[in-house]
């Protein structure tokens, strides 16, 4: 059986939040491994997808600066 490329790069892309929180099975993290050694497109988003929480993790846990919080506030549209 061959699979069409765009086919199991779309399940790679399924599989990519689950495998971030480690919440696949064995198997299917296995074969998101193997797919990820093979295709360097499918890499590069989950690398950019764990590049990306982290920087959200590390924004998250620190304070944002009043200014920030101050230009951000004068952006809102009133409802
Ligand atoms: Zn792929």
């Given at each position: 059986?061959?699979?069409?490329?765009?086919?199991?790069?779309?399940?790679?892309?399924?599989?990519?939040?689950?495998?971030?929180?480690?919440?696949?099975?064995?198997?299917?993290?296995?074969?998101?491994?193997?797919?990820?050694?093979?295709?360097?497109?499918?890499?590069?988003?989950?690398?950019?997808?764990?590049s990306l929480r982290i920087f959200v993790?590390r924004v998250?846990?620190?304070?944002?600066?009043?200014?920030?919080?101050?230009?951000?506030?004068?952006?809102?549209?009133?409802?």
């Amino acid at each position: 059986m061959t699979l069409v490329y765009d086919d199991i790069c779309d399940q790679c892309e399924e599989w990519m939040q689950p495998y971030l929180d480690r919440e696949l099975d064995d198997a299917e993290r296995a074969e998101a491994e193997k797919h990820l050694d093979g295709c360097g497109y499918c890499r590069k988003r989950y690398r950019f997808e764990e590049s990306l929480r982290i920087f959200v993790r590390r924004v998250c846990s620190e304070e944002m600066p009043p200014e920030l919080k101050q230009k951000l506030a004068a952006l809102r549209t009133p409802l």
